[in-house]
């Protein structure tokens, strides 16, 4: 999968990209992330990207044309491409939104910075806004990582093992069961014993209950649309105390 990043700061990558399992997946050919600085596509001899205002205001608005003539550049090779710009107003990311994107060939992502880009930006290029959560960053850059790290994960071959992206929090609709590896006791905490016991079906059991009673504990609200049993439906009224649905 390919995914063009549109940034006034490129070096901001270079550790996130140049580390572990995605450094690999780009060694790999798996994914090939390719930064682009906004700054080369300024149009005045000062290479101006931002600009105040119109209507007044505190901070700075990035300019329309220098990320045009970019993601004109980039969208010449890629006319099929899904654009994204980041931003705390656009639609929330999640699970399900990364495997959406891991079904795309290729994906630009526009960072935005200061008080974010002008609004013609998204007019002419029918963008796709995406926040991270309910919260305001100084830039788009930690939020186009997130979504490049979470989409690239799904990606086959990108995890070592392929069972890894299918048992976790969110896959199946709930947080996932507690993990443990050695030593068998650490500071009189000790494994619970079952995982130890080598009885494959009641470690599945034990790991489903527990992801049931953590997701009842931390997000109640998943649990309304994940698929559940009558076995699971029964574990968590009694973990509610038996107080009926
Ligand atoms: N003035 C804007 C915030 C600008 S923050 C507002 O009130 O909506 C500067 C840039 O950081 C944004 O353009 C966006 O690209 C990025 N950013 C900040 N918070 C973000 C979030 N929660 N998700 C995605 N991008 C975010």
Redesign the pocket.
Known sequence: MKFDILTLFPAMFDGPLGQSILKRAIERELIDVRCHAIRDYACDKHRTTDDYPYGGGA?MV?KVEPLTACLEQILSGRPRARII??????RR?DQAFASELAAEKELVI????????DERLKELFALEE??????????????ALVIVDAVARLLPGVLGCEESAEDESFAAGLLEYPQYTRPETFRGHAVPDVLLSGNHGEVRKWRRREALRRTLMMRPDLLETAPLDDRDREWLRLLSGGQGD
Do not use: H, Q, W
């Open positions: 901070g990035m710009l980041t931003s705390p107003r656009g990311f526009v960072c935005g910075r200061y008080e974010g880009v995406v926040s991270i959560g309910d919260f305001v960053m100084t830039g788009g850059e930690p939020a």
